[in-house]
């Protein structure tokens, strides 16, 4: 069933909670200070079902002082119901949510000349008319005027049967790879937990998604869907959902979050965005930015002009943002208070551009195009000839092998050149290995220092392409030679001390204390050995702060006990976890996390039982 979000918009006391409640029956002003100074100060929800599908309407506020919850409610919308009132007409809020909408992208309107058993028919002629030319200077394409009232039921039905030959258009394109949904309302229900609510964007979202939690990376349990107040297994693109979650707080959620698919979309602190050119822009001015949910500050940087009616920038915020290609953007200036333009996203990940900037204004235009072979281009010509095809990919939208037949091969550094440095690398790696043999991986950092000045982008892709060939290896931030063997470059006494330094770990047990006292390097190096070798596992207790170190021995045995402790799906605590495995608080604590990350252990709340997927002697069944 098709599901469409309309914003109804319109100035202060034109009617629009009034109609929202003629149309569904609902009263979406429901706060006290709401009824008592008898306006809309939060967003407000309402659906009407149709043949056709489900509408979800969104009554917003009005006033001026509340425009940043409007745009919350506007942004996600797919169309706007726009609420004029035929007795006072077009008025500053009318002109500025209609400015608002349309430089969000939206191109539908539906509009309700309210209060027209007030007015003559000639003035409500003229009000219609008005109207229309107001919402054609901010670039709607689909308009439809319907007179009705609120208090007579004049024109209610002729208006459910516009919007409901209107919910047959197509939603607003959002072609991204996951689900996203930015958070526009949390609380906590009594007996059911955490509660989000959103209009949902992208793919569609199932009762058993792993979701995240963005721009802070929580990861949560999804336990239920509401669409339009009935539970659901699945929530549709376009739908007006409540997400029900598992392992966070709702005091850990902020409107303006999204609940996004894992893996798809990455915070920034920096949007690289094309904004409709305006003369009043400023080189470094502070700007509110509206997008998705949220409103925050931001430093706009403006790239060279191009005398086009687009203009290039990015804007700089002082903390990590959530966001995705081809989201829509209004710009306000905080001092007057008013919209200063509005554009779109093109790279929501962007890099600080301190040269070459019209050549980056190039590369952001050939985004903006969709051209593959074009966007190579203007990156090889911005980045000296190099094109990172992980860059391309990002910026393009698309794996990167589909890009190997767009790229011509000049766009690419030369064979000879790439070998050349391919063989520098292998000597510098082995000059650093026999330099400290008991480290298992050379930072990466490191290693480019001194292949200093090789272009950063170029040791990437050289680095990537050992990798796949398997010359070298990679562990996070670290690489190694393929070949390197810790152990036989080691001196007789080196391997002696690693040795002890394992079975000492042995011997801890779970009570585990520091390994060395004041560890020099080659010791600190013989840990980070331990634990790439497999022979120790490094846990991290959040709440004390410490890293501990224990044998992966030890922890085997821990498993296997705890399986004999608590067969067959029995539940524990933590507590009881401690007493079988004698051992302390904070050690049990992060052990049991490293349990529940690893499949061993399932946690519910408080309780937690082994999985079935592990037998009594530690093996998978």
Same mark, same amino acid.
């Given at each position: 069933m098709k599901h469409r979000t309309l914003a109804v918009i319109g100035h202060v006391d034109h009617g629009k909670t009034s109609l929202v409640k003629a149309l569904t029956g609902v009263e979406t002003d429901t706060l006290k200070e709401e009824k008592q100074r008898g306006l809309s100060i939060t967003l407000g929800f309402a659906h009407l079902k149709s043949p056709s599908g489900h509408m979800h309407l969104i009554d917003t506020p009005g006033h001026a002082d509340f425009i940043r919850m409007t745009a919350s409610g506007v942004s996600g919308a797919d169309a706007v119901l726009l609420v004029v009132s035929a007795v006072d007409g077009v008025q500053p809020q009318t002109r500025e949510h209609v400015r608002m909408a349309g430089l969000f992208g939206i191109r539908d309107a539906t509009v309700a000349l309210t209060k027209i058993d007030l007015v003559p028919d000639q003035d409500a002629q003229q009000e219609s008319a008005t109207v229309e030319a107001l919402l054609d200077t901010h670039g709607f394409t689909r308009v439809d005027v319907v007179?009705?009232?609120?208090?007579?039921?004049?024109?209610?039905?002729?208006?459910?049967?516009?919007?409901?030959?209107?919910?047959? &258009?197509?939603? %607003?394109? $959002?072609? @991204?790879? /996951?689900?996203?949904?930015?958070?526009? =309302?949390?609380?906590?229900? #009594?007996?059911?937990?955490?509660i989000v609510t959103g209009s949902l964007l992208g793919q569609s979202l199932s009762v058993d998604a792993a979701v995240v939690l963005a721009p802070a990376h929580h990861r949560a349990t999804l336990r239920g869907i509401e669409v339009a107040g009935v539970a659901q297994s699945q929530a549709m693109p376009?739908?007006?959902?409540?997400?029900?979650?598992?392992?966070?707080?709702?005091?850990?959620?902020?409107?303006?979050?999204?609940?996004?698919?894992?893996?798809?979309?990455?915070?920034?602190?920096?949007?690289?965005?094309?904004?409709?050119?305006?003369?009043?822009?400023? &080189?470094?001015? %502070?700007? $509110?930015? @509206?997008? /998705?949910?949220?409103?925050?500050?931001? =430093?706009?940087?403006?790239? #060279?002009?191009?005398?086009?009616?687009?203009?290039?920038?990015?804007?700089?915020?002082?903390?990590?943002?959530?966001?995705?290609?081809?989201?829509?953007?209004?710009?306000?200036?905080p001092s007057r208070a008013e919209i200063l333009t509005g554009g779109s996203v093109i790279d929501p990940n962007a890099v600080l551009v301190t040269r070459n900037k019209q050549a980056h204004v190039s590369v952001l235009r050939a985004c903006l195009e969709g051209d593959a072979g074009a966007l190579a281009q203007a990156i090889a010509d911005r980045d000296n000839g190099i094109v990172d095809l992980k860059t391309l990919s990002r910026l393009g939208g698309v794996p990167p092998e589909n890009y190997f037949d767009a790229i011509d091969e000049t766009y690419i550094a030369r064979i000879a050149e790439i070998e050349t440095l391919r063989r520098r690398l292998v000597d510098v790696l082995r000059s650093l290995h026999a330099r400290r043999p008991c480290r298992p991986f050379v930072e990466a950092s490191e290693l480019y220092n001194q292949l200093s000045p090789a272009p950063r982008l170029l040791l990437d892709g050289v680095v990537d392409r050992m990798r796949a060939t398997g010359e070298i290896r990679g562990?996070?931030?670290?690489?190694?030679?393929?070949?390197?063997?810790?152990?036989?470059?080691?001196?007789?006494?080196?391997?002696?001390?690693?040795?002890?330094?394992?079975?000492?770990?042995?011997?801890?047990?779970?009570?585990?204390?520091?390994?060395?006292?004041?560890?020099?390097?080659?010791?600190?190096?013989?840990?980070?050995?331990?634990?790439?070798?497999?022979?120790?596992?490094?846990?991290?207790?959040?709440?004390?702060?410490?890293?501990?170190?224990?044998?992966?021995?030890?922890?085997?045995?821990?498993?296997?006990?705890l399986q004999l402790a608590f067969p067959d799906g029995s539940e524990f605590t933590t507590s009881a976890a401690r007493a079988a495995l004698d051992t302390n608080r904070k050690t049990i604590v992060p052990l049991l996390e490293h349990f529940d990350a690893n499949g061993v252990t399932r946690r519910d709340e408080d309780v937690r039982v082994m999985t079935s997927e592990f037998d009594g002697n530690g093996s998978r069944s």
């Open positions: 007179p009705c009232s609120s208090n007579t039921g004049d024109g209610i039905n002729t208006l459910i049967a516009t919007l409901e030959r209107n919910a047959a &258009h197509t939603n %607003q394109a $959002t072609n @991204l790879k /996951g689900f996203f949904l930015p958070i526009d =309302r949390v609380f906590s229900a #009594p007996g059911v937990g955490t376009g739908a007006r959902v409540a997400i029900n979650l598992r392992g966070i707080d709702a005091e850990s959620i902020h409107k303006g979050d999204a609940l996004c698919a894992p893996e798809k979309f990455q915070a920034g602190q920096r949007l690289d965005v094309a904004l409709q050119s305006d003369p009043t822009l400023k &080189h470094m001015e %502070q700007v $509110t930015v @509206l997008h /998705g949910s949220s409103h925050h500050t931001a =430093r706009l940087r403006l790239y #060279p002009e191009t005398g086009s009616p687009t203009v290039y920038g990015q804007l700089e915020f002082q903390a990590p943002q959530i966001a995705f290609p081809g989201q829509r953007v209004v710009l306000r200036r562990h996070q931030n670290g690489v190694a030679l393929a070949d390197f063997g810790s152990l036989e470059l080691m001196t007789p006494e080196l391997r002696e001390a690693y040795h002890d330094a394992d079975q000492r770990l042995r011997d801890i047990g779970l009570r585990p204390v520091a390994l060395f006292e004041s560890p020099s390097q080659d010791e600190s190096d013989l840990m980070e050995l331990l634990v790439w070798k497999n022979r120790a596992v490094r846990l991290y207790n959040h709440s004390l702060k410490q890293t501990l170190l224990l044998s992966s021995d030890v922890i085997d045995k821990a498993r296997n006990k």
